[in-house]
């Protein structure tokens, strides 16, 4: 399960990169502390399936697509006010 875990911390990391999201403030969102997901995300620590699921609530979307392999791309798709794919992609900066 190793790689679903690396899938998992690399795209927490995408999603906080998406959504101008910091450590910090993630880990206020999904009530961990900043050192723990900091090692968590550096790969010194594993989270549970309950923190998980608190890290997708987080970042608004679910714990499929934070677990997806292979790792989200450099790139996401802009929406429109209706959630649709608008056609437009952007690198990850």
Do not use: H
């Not at 594993?46 to 499929?64: D, F, G, K, Y």
């Amino acid at each position: 399960m190793p790689a679903k875990t690396d899938a998992f911390r690399t795209n927490v990391k995408r999603y906080c990169k998406l959504l101008g999201m910091t450590q910090g403030e993630l880990a206020v969102r999904a009530t961990l502390s900043q050192e723990w997901l900091s090692r968590m995300l550096s790969g010194k620590s594993n989270p549970t399936l309950p923190v998980c699921e608190r890290i997708a609530l987080a970042l608004r979307t679910s714990l499929e697509a934070l677990v997806a392999e292979p790792p989200l791309p450099d790139v996401f798709a802009e929406t429109d006010e209706t959630g649709i794919d608008a056609g437009l992609t952007y690198p990850l900066k």
